[in-house]
């Protein structure tokens, strides 16, 4: 349990081990940004610029979004490192820890199956507005001690997250489209831009979090507490500069029973959804596991952070060149490479949280590819949703999909909380492993499936670089 790691000789472990771990994790850091700068250096120099970045007003439109939308992305990334800390400098043990993330888990997914017809319903202006009034309590509960009031800020996070990935993406399009009728294709270019600087923003929130923390002295709570001035900062500039935008409302039930019909009856759906649930549960369990694995040797937790962040975005810039006109790679190519890359480190991290044998930068560099991974993951799944999936269905599709991915990861947390510590971290491991197996039959059976299918290859560039939607 978590009082196991106060034990004399795990402190002596920390401090023997400390200094390998905090070279490690700079040095990669180092090393994982000077790789992202390069590539994104050289892909800007290759890349035309197009009609849609020299045209003022569109621009100007842009600007607007991104002010109120990169705030809100910070503030939830600096609190990111340091949960699972804070939770322990609270001296709750694993399984009280364990409960509060799925407690988190639980109402993302409850309040994500009503997001969208919340969002229509209420104004995405407003809905905007809401994420920073709730997200902000949901920082201040952080002050607290109380199991209780922890776990009610775990479910003003579920409906934060929730908001925060609907209510500004529909308020972006209905603008884009409705009120300054600009060309739809112009709309992943803005996503495109807003994925990548999304993981800058990560990397640079996880070194905010170790400076506020770590370097002034602060302690675990004062990322949460820095987080709320952006939070009020982008709820007052949505309030002040933009407008109000609503959509005719689709009913709960037929959004799900149009999505579970699309389910079962496309078989490339099917197992693009075991694909996501398999994957993403999985993902779920590793951001509660890092911590506890690292933690205990000494290890910068927002480096380590920035570091994971760092490893994505690589993987993104590698997902651009591998489906450019240069190389030409498919999504479902990437897929496979990504299911592959996470089993590979899965078995790894078996073997190097062994009890008694554990090899924290072993661990690390498992971790590293699991984000490495994930950069490869998410735009080859967004590739493969959109041309699979109607887009009058994807919102019904998408609910389906979220329900056993987070059932799974809630299953593995509560597994994990019952297990022995000094066994069940490498238990759950072990599980996880054999999840990604299932997935990786599943990418298969999908590939299988999918072989001859043009629709989902990635055409032929004609001039201009193809750019995937991130």
């Not at 439109?61 to 990169?70: C, H, K, N, R, S």
């Not at 008694?356 to 493969?384: D, R, T, W």
């Amino acid at each position: 349990m978590a009082a196991a790691r106060g034990l004399p000789g795990s402190r002596k472990q920390a401090v023997v081990r400390g200094p390998a771990m905090l070279v490690t994790a700079y040095l990669a850091f180092v090393v994982l940004l000077a790789s992202c700068l390069g590539l994104e250096l050289s892909r800007c120099r290759a890349k035309p610029s197009g009609r849609a970045c020299s045209n003022p007003s569109f621009l100007r439109f842009q600007l607007d979004f991104y002010q109120v939308y990169f705030l809100a992305l910070a503030a939830d990334w600096l609190q990111a490192p340091y949960l699972y800390k804070l939770y322990q400098h609270y001296h709750f043990l694993e399984a009280q820890i364990a409960i509060l993330y799925v407690c988190g888990l639980a109402s993302t997914v409850l309040f994500g199956l009503v997001a969208s017809s919340l969002v229509d319903w209420l104004g995405r202006k407003k809905s905007c507005v809401l994420f920073s009034l709730t997200y902000s309590l949901c920082c201040l509960t952080k002050l607290s001690r109380d199991y209780f009031v922890l776990l009610v800020g775990r479910a003003l996070g579920g409906l934060s997250t929730a908001l925060l990935f609907s209510a500004f993406e529909a308020w972006y399009i209905h603008e884009h489209l409705e009120r300054h009728d600009f060309p739809a294709e112009w709309i992943p270019a803005t996503f495109a831009r807003a994925a990548f600087w999304n993981h800058v923003l990560a990397v640079a929130a996880g070194v905010a979090a170790e400076a506020v923390a770590c370097w002034m002295g602060l302690g675990p709570v004062a990322p949460f507490v820095a987080a709320i001035p952006l939070l009020a900062l982008a709820g007052a500039l949505a309030l002040h500069n933009w407008g109000e935008n609503y959509d005719r409302q689709r009913a709960f039930s037929r959004t799900c029973a149009g999505g579970l019909r699309c389910l079962l009856s496309d078989r490339r759906v099917l197992l693009l959804g075991t694909i996501q649930a398999l994957f993403e549960s999985v993902i779920f369990i590793f951001v509660f596991l890092w911590t506890p694995v690292l933690d205990p040797h000494g290890a910068p937790l927002g480096i380590i952070f920035s570091s994971f962040m760092a490893a994505s975005l690589l993987g993104s810039s590698l997902y651009r060149i591998a489906t450019s006109k240069r190389y030409h790679l498919q999504p479902m190519h990437l897929l496979s490479l990504a299911v592959l890359i996470v089993v590979f480190s899965l078995f790894m991290l078996t073997f190097s949280t062994s009890p008694g044998q554990e090899s924290p930068v072993e661990s690390f560099i498992a971790f590293l590819l699991i984000e490495l991974a994930c950069g490869l993951y998410f735009p080859s799944m967004s590739f493969l949703r959109r041309k699979v999936i109607p887009e009058t269905e994807q919102a019904g599709v998408l609910n389906w999909f979220r329900v056993p991915l987070h059932l799974l990861a809630c299953l593995g947390l509560l597994v994990l909380h019952d297990s022995d510590r000094k066994t069940g971290t490498r238990n759950m491991f072990s599980i996880c492993s054999a999840v990604m197996v299932m997935a990786l039959l599943a990418v298969v059976g999908l590939f299988t499936v999918v072989r001859h299918d043009a629709e989902l290859r990635v055409p032929s560039p004609t001039g201009e670089p193809y750019t995937p939607e991130l």
